[in-house]
Every structure is written in structure tokens, then in C-alpha cells.
């Protein structure tokens, strides 16, 4: 996936006030708006120009776009950071549409366009990421958060609201996963009723376990002897440690499932334990004798099937 430079699609430096991105997006809409515009790729601009405004033309989207820096370059590679979005409050965008826009985009926001709604009392509902340890999916937890809300001063200069909530995180929640809090978005209009607050959940790089959906998997490190002829030994998982047993002429990447011991939920995901094969070190006399004793007498040719 390619870095987009938003600033650079409407040609404006990143210390642009709000009404210089508005006076670009403008004058760029004016150029390539397919109704009006003679230019080849007028729709695809548009396009790419719309998505730019939906971003720096929100206080919340620009703030949190912002965060990434300027050290990525336009069509850079480009893979969110695992902390992306934390704590930001994205509310719907300036368009009045749910927009169809680029990988990028909806990797970053998760789709969070405005949709049409009509003049209504209630108020907007908004979303937020948040980040919750693993073993919250196991036990379910009672977490307060920070958000951080930006907002424009009088001169045009983006500030930061700190705003506090009590979450109570349910057990066997996913990756991804919403928890609804109702009349916690914006509020109303003429005394209606506010909006709801949606939490998208994601869970913190863990040391030991990569998640997915409700299945987890574990790398388990296995010395040459125990992966050759089999053996007994421990493995860690969520709920403690555990007696496995390694089948004989395991290989390395083989799996091993351990049934129902992923995240709670009906069914309950497995563990899967990936078999390393680790090498001890030939770090002595007797270390290195060893080693020398198996390149004489076995007949192990590791690049047999190369017809090497």
C-alpha cells in the first residue's frame, strides 16, 4: 500500500490554516470536476483531491494524519504504526457522502465517512481507536482511556481536548470489534439527543502471540533432538502453562493445535504453536566435536531437493 501526501495532492504546505485548504480544494475542485473539466483523468483526480479534503478538512483526520510526521513520501510503502489512531475522536468528514475512497484511506480511518443523513436533531455518532491488552479478550476489563479531541482556536490553530472514560472491555472481544456507547457522540441539535461513541478495538503487539480473529499463534522455540525424536515439553498459553507433545520428525514451521485455548467466544478460537527449530551454539571444544561427529557419519544433505 502507497503513502498518500494529501498535502502535496492540494498543493499546500502543512501549516496551512483551515481557510487556505478550503480556498485549494476549491480551486482544484473547479479545475477537475468531471462535469465541467476537459482533462483526461478528471474523475480520478477528483477523486484523490475529494479524499484529501475529507482528511485535512477535519480537525480530527488532519490531527491524527498529522501524527505520522513528514518522513514518509508520496507512493512510499506504507503500513499503519500498531498504536495508529489511538485515543483520536473520528467524527464524520465534510462530505455529504459515503465516500469510495482509496486503500490508504480506509486503512487509517476504517471507512469513517459522512453519510447523508438529512437535517435531523440527533447528533453525529463518533468513533474512536482504542488499544486494550490480550488478556482483556480473556477476562474482560474495566479500563479508562484518554481521548484526545482537536479543536480549532480563534486563530485557526489546532489545540487538543483531553476527554476521560470508564470502558468496561467484555470478555472474548476481536480484533476490530465496536463497543457501542450510547449518547456519548456529539449532541444534539435544538435539545435532541446525542449521538453514540463507537470504540473500534485492537489489541497491543504482544511478546508471545499474534492474533487472528479469535485463533492465536504461538512461535515455539525446539532444540534439533526434541523436533527429530519427539518429545514432552512445556509451552506457555493465556490460561498458564502447559505439557505438549512434540510429535518425532516434526520439521520446522510445523503446527501443533491445541484446541479451544484461543480468545473466549462461542466456538472459542484455538492456539496454533509453530515449531522453531533452534540450533545450539558451537560455542565450545565439546560443542564443536559434536557438530564435526554428525557431519561425518550422517548422510544429511539439506539441499537434496535443489538436485544439489
Known sequence: ??????????????????????????????????????????????KEINEAYEVLGDPEKRAAYDR??????SGQEFRPPPDWGQGFDF???????????????????????RRVRGFRARGDDHHVRILIDLDDAFHGASRTFSLRVPQLDEQGRLVMRERTLQVQVPKGIREGQLIRLAGQGAPGLEGGPSGDLFLEVHFKPHRFYRVEGRDLYLTLPVAPWEAALGASIKAPTPAGTVEVRIPAKSQNGR????????????????LYLVLEVVLPPADSEQARELYQTMARQLAFNPRRSLGV
Open 255 to 270: 503446527k501443533l493445535r491445541l484446541k479451544g485455548r484461543g480468545i473466549p467466544g462461542d466456538p472459542p478460537g484455538d
Open 1 to 46: 500500500m502507497e503513502f498518500k501526501d494529501y498535502y502535496k495532492i492540494l498543493g499546500i504546505e502543512r501549516s496551512a490554516k483551515d481557510d487556505a485548504i478550503k480556498k485549494a480544494y476549491r480551486k482544484l475542485a473547479r479545475k477537475y470536476h468531471p462535469d465541467v473539466s476537459k482533462e483526461k483523468d478528471a474523475e480520478a483526480r477528483m
Open 91 to 113: 467524527t464524520r468528514g465534510p462530505f455529504g457522502y459515503e465516500s469510495d475512497f482509496s486503500d490508504f484511506f480506509n486503512s487509517l480511518f476504517g471507512g469513517f465517512g
Open 68 to 73: 505520522l510526521g513528514a518522513g514518509y513520501r
